[in-house]
């Protein structure tokens, strides 16, 4: 079964960076588009960023373009999502999710806490 799993959050201080991992298992990665999302607290998930299978493509939400950077590597079935200059207001869980065969998968999610 689809299988993705997050890591790489924690607490870091404004200004500062991340890079997140989502690792993929029990389907064909290469052949599909990855996403990722984050929730606050008290907020609904919102999406975040996308890369198209190839990696030849990526959007991003207006509220991230330019600190946020989604990439992947087909070789290794993770795609990465580096966060720079964060800011209190990305404080979030982020989850990545993969749309196959029609049904949505998400990761359990990995916390991003920014704070001083």
């Known amino acids: 079964q689809v299988q993705l799993v997050e890591s790489g959050g924690g607490l870091v201080q404004p200004g500062g960076s991340l890079r997140l991992s989502c690792a993929a298992s029990g389907f064909t990665f290469s052949m599909y588009a990855m996403r990722w999302y984050r929730q606050a607290p008290g907020k609904e998930r919102e999406w975040v960023a996308f890369?198209?299978?190839?990696?030849?493509?990526?959007n991003y939400a207006d509220s991230v373009k330019g600190r946020f950077t989604i990439s992947r590597d087909n070789t290794k079935r993770t795609v990465y999502l580096q966060i720079d200059s964060l800011k209190p207001e990305d404080t979030a869980v982020y989850y990545c999710?993969?749309?196959?065969?029609?049904?949505?998968?998400w990761g359990q999610g990995t916390q991003v806490t920014v704070s001083s």
């Open positions: 999710k993969a749309l196959v065969r029609g049904n949505e998968n």
């Open positions: 890369i198209s299978p190839g990696g030849h493509t990526t």
